[in-house]
């Protein structure tokens, strides 16, 4: 089974340019979330989506930040434009199912972004 | 709202070590616990989990009770390995919204 597919690995670009990151989760996962992990700390919870629609985006700077899912497969992440701060991984994950469901969650590889 | 707290790392221990990592949370209704791990230049994997109250999770050695009581879902290993090394992270999935949060990580360094 193929696992969570992001792209690209890696980007830099400097502050106020914009960006997009692209998702691809597991065949069939319903549920998709987005997390910005900062060096040395936890996994933050962008956005969270449920096929096609948000579930949770209340940690989501949404004047800088969009993202959205139009078929319900893959994804994409945008930032513009970019602030210093916003260096950071950006994680992609799925699970199966309804959100409420017990179920885990796969991340992929993803995306180091350094803004210079 | 829901909220994971983890014990501040890092945590360095001699091979075949006694390990403990703390694991504290506040959730409405009945959230599923999970521990996942970070090894070098690798991404997030599932540990293990536990769904319910008095659940125990494991795998590879690693142990997790799932303890309503006292809020709390800390990770065990009887005898770490150099292998062990990476930063765990201890998460928490709303059973209203399926929300998956995360703690802070710990990072673990076993040492031959």
Redesign the interface.
């Known amino acids: 089974e193929a696992g969570v597919a992001q792209s690209p690995r890696y980007k830099i670009i400097e502050k106020r340019q914009s960006v997009a990151f692209w998702c691809n989760p597991i065949s069939g996962h319903a549920t998709l979330y987005w997390y910005q992990q900062i060096l040395g700390q936890g996994p933050k919870l962008l956005i969270q989506f449920q096929n096609n629609g948000v579930v949770d985006d209340s940690q989501l700077p949404k004047d800088r930040f969009s993202a959205e899912r139009l078929k319900g497969v893959d994804s994409t992440l945008k930032i513009q434009p970019a602030k210093l701060e916003d260096s950071a991984v950006y994680l992609c994950a799925s699970s199966f199912g309804l959100p409420q469901m017990n179920t885990e969650a796969f991340f992929g590889q993803g995306t180091r972004l350094t803004v210079v | 709202g829901n909220s994971?707290t983890?014990m501040e790392g890092p945590v360095t221990l001699s091979e075949e070590a006694f390990l403990t990592i703390n694991c504290t949370y506040t959730a409405t209704g009945y959230p599923?616990l999970?521990w996942?791990v970070q090894y070098p230049g690798?991404?997030?994997?599932?540990l293990l989990?536990a769904?319910k109250a008095d659940d125990k999770g494991s795998n590879k050695g690693f142990e997790a009770t799932y303890r309503k009581e006292t809020t709390s879902f800390h990770l065990e290993k009887g005898s770490v390995q150099v292998s062990d090394s990476a930063v765990y992270?201890c998460a928490l999935?709303?059973?209203?919204?399926?929300?998956?949060?995360?703690?802070?990580?710990t990072t673990l360094q076993v040492k031959p």
């Open positions: 994971v983890q599923s999970f996942y690798e991404g997030l994997q599932l989990k769904t992270f999935k709303s059973s209203n919204t399926g929300k998956l949060i995360f703690g802070q990580g």
